[in-house]
């Protein structure tokens, strides 16, 4: 069973005003960390600082957790990631449920 959460990422706007640019800190298959970066709605994606110079800000992003095993939750974000498809294992201390986040 799924249950909704959000991803702490790294946002900025896309080329068309209802969409998002959002880079995830994601878990390899290997161990390490990896970044995936993804296309996101606008209304999916809650920002938490002003953007930088860059254009980007700390955020958050909609998804869906399927579940956890020690300190990685696997999730699906609302669209596919360029790099592995919707599907992303993330760190525990990434996720936020109800406005808090994981221990």
Known sequence: MSTECRIRCR???GQFADEM?????A???EGGVTEVTSLAYAGSVETESRP???GE????????????KDDLVAVVLPQPTFQ???N???RRRDVVHDGKAQR
């Open 11 to 13: 946002a900025r706007r």
């Open 21 to 25: 640019l959002v880079r995830i800190n």
């Open 27 to 29: 878990v390899a298959p």
């Open 52 to 54: 930088d110079r860059t």
């Open 57 to 68: 800000c700390d955020a958050l992003v909609r998804a869906q957790s399927l579940g956890q």
């Open 84 to 86: 592995n498809g919707a």
């Open 88 to 90: 992303v294992v993330v």
